[in-house]
């Protein structure tokens, strides 16, 4: 049944997708002390970019003259520069894992997990409940 909706569909690629980025960051832990290793990740899929289409910033409309419009041309976010992305730190072995950097991924990634189960199951739920067999 849930394979020909397209919201359960979205949820199980996600939830494999965040799967697989669980593994990459536990060898990422795992390898914290080989020398040369470089810490992995995945690449954000179409979720994710579906997502931020979605949920594009959105800007005020200024319906009176005298409404302040703000700064034109607004600036990016410290947390969302290309510095904040890059690694923090590379160790003298050339190991460039740093165990707090990847704990954080793994909480998101887990926070983010534990989302698309609650929404599978509250859309479970709602099609109980249209089918009348409660919620």
């Not at 470089?38 to 409309?61: C, K």
Request: aromatic content about 6%; overall charge negative; charged content about 25%.
């Amino acid at each position: 049944m849930d394979g020909k909706l397209s919201i359960f569909d979205a949820l199980a690629r996600r939830m494999a997708w965040l799967g697989q980025r669980e593994q990459v960051l536990a060898q990422n832990v795992a390898n914290a002390d080989t020398p040369d290793y470089v810490p992995q990740d995945l690449e954000h899929g179409p979720f994710a970019r579906q997502l931020a289409r979605r949920l594009a910033p959105v800007e005020p409309a200024a319906t009176h003259p005298h409404h302040l419009r703000g700064a034109e041309g607004r600036a990016e976010r410290p947390a969302d520069s290309e510095d904040q992305r890059e690694r923090f730190e590379t160790a003298p072995s050339g190991n460039a894992v740093v165990l707090e950097e990847q704990l954080i991924k793994v909480a998101e990634t887990q926070m983010d997990y534990q989302t698309m189960t609650n929404l599978y199951r509250k859309h479970m739920q709602m099609i109980r409940m249209a089918l009348g067999r409660g919620g």
